[in-house]
């Protein structure tokens, strides 16, 4: 079984800086997806960026694109969000998740049920 625990949510100014981390435990498959989701309150969640582990290709939302960077980090199963220049409607519940596949800049729920971890908060001042 996979658990997730992110870290690093907190405040922050717009135009500012972030970084989100998502640690993995368990057993994961050789070849996986990491990825970002958000959502806010009321709303559905959505993508942020997803990362292939098998190949580090990267897929981003275009309301992100050039700002924010999924990463893993060293070879480990854990992977970070790097935030940068976020904007007022940064603000949302982030949440990381690995499964199976990816799907453009989120998963794919085929191949298996995904592992999701319990949300860490971002808000953006002006």
């Known amino acids: 079984q996979v658990e997730l625990v992110e870290s690093g949510g907190g405040s922050v100014q717009a135009g500012g800086s972030l970084t989100l981390s998502c640690k993995v435990s368990?057993?994961?498959?050789?070849?996986?997806?990491m990825a970002w989701y958000r959502q806010l309150p009321g709303r559905e969640r959505e993508s942020v960026a997803s990362?292939?582990?098998?190949?580090?290709?990267?897929y981003y939302a275009d309301s992100v694109k050039g700002r924010f960077t999924i990463s893993r980090v060293n070879t480990n199963k854990d992977f970070i969000l790097q935030m940068d220049n976020v904007q007022r409607e940064d603000t949302a519940m982030y949440y990381c998740?690995?499964?199976?596949?990816?799907?453009?800049?989120?998963?794919?729920?085929?191949?298996?049920?995904?592992?999701w971890g319990q949300g860490t908060q971002v808000t953006v001042t002006s």
């Open positions: 998740v690995t499964a199976r596949f990816c799907l453009g800049a989120g998963i794919s729920v085929t191949g298996g049920a995904p592992a």
């Open positions: 368990g057993v994961t498959p050789p070849l996986y997806c």
């Open positions: 990362l292939i582990s098998s190949s580090g290709t990267t």
